[in-house]
């Protein structure tokens, strides 16, 4: 029952931009998008979320098409430390609400390449 | 300053034993979780606390027992262990059990022999 579809994997050349694309065609209009990534050993890390307008922060943007249906999380500069599996999350805005748990999918495993 | 941290790193034990995995955070968040990594790298939520009171448990075996003595910690006891119960538990935390990013801790890989 996944809410979202990753490619299994990708490469990206050292310094390049990595752009890794999500869809998630049948979200709902109160449901955001989150990005977490985990590298190899370590917990998840959050990375950016946001629900209609493209988003920006130090790490990475996240873009949404108009249709809200798919999304591309950029990493502008890759370096070998972003290798990592990135999973593409939705999960409703709903405050206090027991349910509204992180549900991870299979993600994206992105090896940067020298 | 560790975030959310986890003890032990490591855990070997024997089947039948039962073990105790700790869980800490510094974040005065109010929700603390708990994930099973499996060996397919599949992560999956098995408990959820907000202010110390269970709001969430998965289908998880009853031989699992979180307990949480005050919202900072959250601890998972396993009882009478089993080879399947081998993979890396994750706690993790948010400021509640809404709309929030969570924080994970660096996990505890647990290995059954």
């Known amino acids: 029952d996944a809410k979202t579809t990753q490619p299994p994997s990708m490469d990206c050349a050292e310094g390049r931009a990595a752009n890794l694309p999500c869809n998630h065609s049948?979200?709902?209009?109160?449901?955001?998008v989150y990005w977490y990534r985990q590298i190899h050993s370590q917990g998840p890390q959050y990375i950016i979320h946001g629900l209609k307008n493209n988003e920006t922060n130090e790490m990475a943007s996240l873009i949404i098409t108009e249709d809200r249906k798919s999304s591309t999380l950029i990493l502008p500069h890759a370096t070998l430390r972003d290798t990592a599996v990135y999973y593409c999350i939705v999960r409703p805005y709903m405050n206090n609400n027991a349910g509204n748990m992180l549900t991870f999918g299979g993600g994206t495993r992105l090896m940067v390449k020298p | 300053d560790t975030a959310v941290s986890q003890t032990p790193k490591y855990l070997v034990t024997q089947m039948g034993n039962d073990k105790s995995i700790k869980c800490e955070q510094n974040l005065g968040h109010d929700t603390m979780y708990w994930y099973k990594q499996d060996s397919k790298k599949f992560l999956k939520i098995m408990f959820s606390y907000n202010n110390k009171e269970l709001i969430i448990n998965e289908t998880v075996p009853n031989r699992f027992s979180p307990k949480s003595p005050d919202k900072a910690h959250l601890n998972l006891h396993i009882n009478s262990l089993e080879l399947g119960d081998s993979a890396v538990y994750f706690c993790a935390s948010s400021q509640g059990p809404g709309n929030y990013g969570y924080t994970f801790g660096s996990g505890t890989r647990l290995t059954v022999v």
């Open positions: 049948t979200i709902s209009g109160n449901e955001y």
